[in-house]
């Protein structure tokens, strides 16, 4: 069973779309990540969100945390090529007695064709 | 920010081999992991590595597969021991610090392909 469910995992859409990527779990979490990854590289960090109900903006890109700290999203709009790529949710769940350690979801690859 | 250096980034080992991964941060950190991501997959956490005592392992992983060493804040070795198809993966460090917020960063990645 996944604790984090990512959603959807693939998406392609095109140039000037806009999309939202969900983080779905049961658990309650310290903190929640979005990371971007491209082919050949590591994981980047995009945002961190630690509040319930905090937003967070990111030029096109826009992070939810939910209120009860389940839950995240990822919103994009306008969609660009350059916004293809792996992008991931990753989190601390609070019953973790250590920081540092993350839990991924299964990833959503996004294709945005010209 | 952290700066993350993986060695080697690329490799092709022969199944029945091991190898040995090196991770060095330009800066002391408190907590330095180690994760695993298959082709197509998401990232899993295999162990975290402590410094001058054995590394704590996740379930599924353990020290006989992938030992771990990490003698000092800034330096981290995994090694993928007795290597199969299966093991072929990219290798990933990661590290976090309290001074930074515990802000995670992560390498580039080490890329095995075992043939």
Excluded at chain 1, 3 to 17: A, D, K, N, T
Excluded at chain 2, 37 to 50: D, F, K, W
Aim: with cysteine.
């Amino acid at each position: 069973t996944q604790l984090l469910e990512q959603s959807p995992q693939f998406l392609s859409i095109q140039e000037g779309e806009n999309l939202t990527v969900y983080c779905n779990s049961s658990s309650v979490f310290s903190s929640l990540q979005w990371y971007r990854q491209e082919p050949g590289e590591g994981p980047v960090l995009l945002v961190t969100v630690v509040t319930g109900g905090e937003v967070k903006k990111l030029k096109r890109l826009t992070f939810q945390f939910g209120d009860a700290r389940k839950d995240s999203s990822l919103h994009i709009t306008a969609a660009q090529t350059g916004d293809t790529g792996l992008y991931l949710c990753a989190g601390t769940p609070s019953f973790y007695n250590q920081g540092g350690k993350l839990i991924f979801g299964q990833g959503t690859e996004l294709s945005v064709k010209p | 920010s952290a700066v993350i250096s993986q060695k080697p980034s690329r490799d092709i080992c022969q199944r029945g081999t091991s190898l040995t991964i090196q991770c060095q941060v330009d800066s002391q950190v408190t907590m330095m992991f180690w994760y695993r991501q298959q082709p197509g997959q998401s990232l899993t956490l295999i162990a975290t590595a402590n410094q001058g005592s054995e590394a704590t392992y996740e379930s599924g992983f353990v020290i006989d597969k992938f030992p771990i060493s990490r003698p000092n804040l800034t330096f981290s070795t995994l090694t993928v021991s007795n290597m199969s198809p299966e093991d072929s993966s990219i290798y990933l460090c990661s590290v976090s610090d309290r001074d930074s917020g515990n802000t995670i960063y992560f390498g580039e990645g080490s890329w095995l392909t075992v043939v």
